[in-house]
């Protein structure tokens, strides 16, 4: 998936391109760190001065262009979002039921989470749900992660089911982040799987980074 701080999706989209292909980062910001996922999509992380510590700011790109922004704190929880395509920003409520915790992911094996988004374009979405770690750990690109299961319902202001999900992705405990992986997602059209798995993890220096062009599974058709 988050601060009231301005949303990096402002100066995204926005944002030049010195070099052909490369994504640049807003003016005070360090990225650290790129992800190629296999489902046509690169995603950017970095961070930046004057944000609280242990906040990480996320651009999410794909054949199209820039698809999604969010920053979240130390323990994962969503500060702030905006969906380009749906063109609508969310921002975490001051006093969660139950936050979400990595922190208790990680020292349990399990989080529970309830917590409620708000937006001035879709109003308040209410997210009830649950993590656990499987106790496996995949390595990907040289990288380690854990594996985790999640369960989780968005609720409208009414406490109408928008949407459900349910299925596997990875947590980096180094990086404090959690990684997309498979899912099944239901919403009132009908159930339909996702899988959008980290391929490659590019750092600074390497070619590749900070790409502003996907690489994996791309060239099918986008719905």
Known sequence: MRTALALICLAAPAAAQDAP?????PAGCTAYLTVQSE??????????????????RRVSL???????AGVIDNETQWISSFHVM???REVLESDPAEPASLSDLIESGVDDYDFRTLSDEIGTTRYVGQDT????????????LAETTYDITAFD???NEVWSSKGREFISRNWRMFLSGTGMVTTSEGAFEQSNRPVEFIYPGEPGFLSSSPKHGCGIAIS
């Open 21 to 25: 292909g490369t994504f640049n980062v």
């Open 39 to 56: 489902s046509c999509q690169v995603n950017h992380h970095f961070t930046c001065q004057g944000d609280p510590e242990g906040h990480q």
């Open 62 to 68: 794909d054949e199209r262009g820039v698809t999604y």
């Open 86 to 88: 749906s063109g609508h």
């Open 133 to 144: 770690l499987t106790g496996r750990e995949i390595t990907i690109d040289g990288v380690t």
């Open 157 to 159: 202001e009414a406490g």
